[in-house]
């Protein structure tokens, strides 16, 4: 894919998951940038792939751009930005960019060096009716392993309140709500004791670290400030709960998390928009791995593998549940790929 195929690609995802500005922004840089900054250079030259289901270049470079006007470094930006950008035409918002991308090359080179880190909170509500339902199933306390934890923010999925159409689920006084359009049966409504929570991400963001706080929330599309607000609430609540996140390889991190013996609870591996980032080769000996645990597990310690990923079809994202020992699978529902809306089917 060309790097303005990509951005073009990136502005119809954008448009469609209700983020026209972000749209716009990933249109312009399509259609205008041209040869002679070293951005515009390092951009238009790409060495890989960079679309969305492989570097995400659009994205590290709205996170860049964004990260320049959260952080109050471009005034010039910040005035052609959500809520500034309505009536304002198209040369205007390319005026500020272009302005920017000559201004601040050391800060975007060095944002467009690594992935973007969205560790979307909306997501936990798809994953939370699959933990649900695994703690229905096994009838056991959970302990869960996440890879491509990224800063931890699911990892607290059971301190967050959801609503599930006209079913609701988690504390009442939670800071993070999570209401998404929700079509289909509740999930299982049942109490879950997390016994233990831990998670790996080759590069965690330190939540003890403003810049890095700051950089988690300029992957946020800039006109959605409902992310943004829930977002900065489940910062504050994995800050109380001190999350840490181990920096490790997935594949050998999962290999030591597999090994454990955890007898009287249900060991569950989950992810959630990480798998496409992982080499074939790497996603065939993470399945391995974990197959050849599941042939271990048993009915008093049972093993889960819960994910929401891309499957290759649509709408959306599919949240599938393997459960060993029978080593079955369900296609459990689908999701937004922000959890926006959830279409629920269930185990049964």
Known sequence: MSVRAAFEA??????????????????????????????AERVLGWRGN??????????RLAGALHGLVIEEIDAGLAAVYPPHD???????????????????PRFITARLRRPPQTNETMRSAALCPGFLTIAARTELPLITSELGASAGLNQIWNRFFYRFGDAQWGPEDSPVRLVPEWEGPPPPLVPVRLLERAGC?????????????????SYVWADQPERLARMQAALALAGEAGIQIITRDALDWLSDRLALRLQGAAHVIYHSVFWQYLEPSAQAAAVERLSEAGRRASREAPIAWLRLEVD???????????????GETRLLGRADFHGSWVHWTGWD
């Open 201 to 217: 991400d080759s590069a965690p963001p330190d939540l003890a670290k403003p810049a890095d706080r700051l950089r988690l929330l």
């Open 10 to 39: 990136q502005a119809d995802v954008c448009a469609a998951m209700g983020s026209p500005f972000t749209a716009r922004l990933c249109r312009l840089v399509a259609e205008r940038l041209e040869p002679g900054t070293p951005v």
């Open 50 to 59: 960079p679309g969305g289901r492989a570097d995400a270049l659009p994205l």
């Open 312 to 326: 290759g079809a649509a709408p959306g994202a599919a949240i599938l549940l393997t459960l060993w020992p029978d």
């Open 86 to 104: 309505q009536g304002l035409s198209d040369d205007a918002v390319w005026a500020a960019v272009s302005a920017a991308l000559a201004a601040h």
